[in-house]
């Protein structure tokens, strides 16, 4: 209870509801004390229904006034260990957050027998057990899947993670670097270099690398001025290079689609994908070393199946 935005409604509330308990026990005791004097007879109070219902002013039956005594001393005992009094926590300390943090302890804790034999086994090994994959593969949902999508087949800027084909290295020591480290593509921006003509001759030669229907003369112009900008990174054939993360070109594959005017677009604008590292994607859960482990094998095991 941390939400109030000022002080005073705290007290209020919780003076209010002090109140009302202690004022309803006052009250009860009030109304109930009286005891008939021996001899003395219920009065018949004015009303009465249907003929023969009559209304006498009988002392309460004692459960019946222990029960309501007993819900007013519960309120007290529960407001004061358990929250509910404005900002006073309680005696207890209880918070959902420390519930939660507690199970989530005991639940890591649980795993550490499971993930510590997975620890001392290779990426390979961890990624044929069918118990590694499925862990994986959960906390492949929790941390990736938002960006890579539940079946890690990516979408446009995200790579498709099942299907052999690597910006960087499908490894297990490459996977591992990614995850840990993060990777951040950078295709730098090049119309204003190439100017729109230039930028469209690049373009039919790109796609004329993966057989793309194309303008052969657009794409002969384009191929000196890939020579030029582009080999560096892409490398002179257009297969690409997985320390810069530039993508092969001559494939069927596309990060950012094969149209003209994707290609375009990615050659006048530039592209900056980024992958973020353990720190941002994992944070600070615990077992972090394990789970980066158990994921490096998911990954490593997508595209192992579809090979
Ligand atoms: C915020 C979005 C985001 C999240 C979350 C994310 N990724 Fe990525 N990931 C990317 C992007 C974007 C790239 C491509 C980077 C580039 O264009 O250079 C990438 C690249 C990768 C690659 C390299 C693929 C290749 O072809 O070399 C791997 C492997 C990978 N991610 C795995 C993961 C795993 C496992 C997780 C969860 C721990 C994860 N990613 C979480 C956005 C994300
Ligand atoms: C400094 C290195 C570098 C240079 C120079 C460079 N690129 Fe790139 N290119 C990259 C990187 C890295 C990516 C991936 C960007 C990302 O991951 O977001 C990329 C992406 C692309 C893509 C998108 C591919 C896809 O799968 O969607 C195309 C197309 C492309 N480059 C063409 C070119 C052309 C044509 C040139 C020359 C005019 C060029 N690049 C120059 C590094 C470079």
Redesign the pocket.
């Known amino acids: 209870m941390s939400d109030f935005t000022h002080g005073f409604w705290s007290i209020f509330i919780s003076v209010l509801t002090v109140l009302s308990i202690v004022g309803t026990w006052i009250f009860l005791k009030s109304q109930t004390t009286r005891k008939l004097a021996p001899g003395e007879k219920p009065e018949l109070m004015e009303h009465t229904w249907d003929g023969d219902l009559r209304d006498l002013n009988n002392p309460l039956p004692r459960w019946w006034l222990g029960l309501f005594y007993g819900t007013l001393v519960f309120a007290l005992v529960y407001l004061a260990l358990w929250p509910g009094l404005g900002n006073f926590p309680g005696l207890l300390k209880w918070t959902q957050l420390g519930e939660y943090e507690a199970e989530v302890q005991a639940a890591e804790a649980k795993f550490q027998p499971v993930y510590a034999a997975f620890m001392q086994q290779d990426i390979p090994t961890v990624a044929a057990s069918p118990d590694a994959r499925a862990i994986g593969r959960n906390l492949?949902l929790t941390?990736?899947s938002?960006?890579?999508g539940s079946n890690a087949e990516g979408a446009t800027?995200?790579?498709n993670?099942t299907d052999g084909?690597?910006?960087?290295?499908?490894d297990p020591d490459a996977?591992r670097a990614?995850?840990t480290d993060g990777?951040?593509?950078i295709m730098p921006a090049m119309g204003e270099a190439l100017g729109a003509q230039g930028t469209k001759e690049v373009t039919h030669y790109v796609m004329s690398l993966s057989g793309r229907t194309h303008d052969a003369a657009l794409a002969d112009a384009g191929r000196p001025k890939f020579a030029e900008n582009c080999a560096a990174c892409h490398m002179p054939d257009g297969t690409g290079m997985q320390a810069m993360?530039a993508p092969n070109l001559t494939d069927k594959v596309w990060?950012y689609g094969g149209s003209e005017g994707a290609i375009i677009e990615s050659i006048a604008k530039g592209r900056n994908?980024?992958?973020?590292g353990?720190a941002q994607?994992?944070g600070t859960t615990s077992n972090k070393e394990a789970k980066l482990h158990l994921?490096t094998a998911y990954?490593y095991s997508l595209s192992q199946q579809t090979k």
Do not use: A, E, K, N
């Open positions: 492949f941390y990736c938002q960006c890579h800027g995200y790579p993670l084909d690597w910006l960087y290295g499908g996977i990614t995850l990777r951040s593509g993360g990060l994908g980024v992958m973020p353990i994607t994992l994921l990954v």
